[in-house]
């Protein structure tokens, strides 16, 4: 059985900084992107990082970039998101997801590529 759980959401004021993980079970690391998603009351999911777990090689969506870093530790099985800067626009709640690394893309704009998804963490940045 593939389980994701998502956790380290929390309260930060505007340039502070918090540490997602995703602990996955289930899965082949090999075989494996894991990426994290941020939805808004009333929006759409949107993705924002994505990460494939056989070669570590991260992906941002721009809002994120340079502040954001995805990583993973296979011995683990957890993938982290380091969030850095962070600003009242990136209050949402975040979810991890895991996808086939050849159908994953890169662009992070279809949850379709997803096969398995954690629970969300909420996570609030104040002003």
């Known amino acids: 059985e593939v389980q994701l759980q998502a956790f380290g959401g929390g309260l930060v004021q505007a340039g502070g900084s918090l540490r997602l993980s995703c602990l996955a079970s289930g899965i082949n690391f090999d075989d494996y992107a894991i990426g994290w998603f941020r939805q808004v009351p009333g929006k759409e999911r949107e993705g924002i990082s994505c990460i494939n777990l056989s070669d570590g090689r991260g992906y941002y969506v721009d809002s994120v970039k340079g502040r954001f870093t995805i990583s993973r530790d296979s011995a683990k099985s957890a993938v982290y998101l380091q969030m850095n800067n962070l600003k009242p626009e990136d209050t949402a709640v975040y979810y991890c997801?895991?996808?086939?690394?050849?159908?994953?893309?890169?662009?992070?704009?279809?949850?379709?590529?997803?096969?398995?998804w954690g629970q969300g963490t909420q996570v609030t940045v104040s002003s």
């Open positions: 997801a895991a996808g086939k690394s050849w159908i994953v893309r890169t662009t992070l704009q279809s949850q379709d590529d997803y096969d398995y």
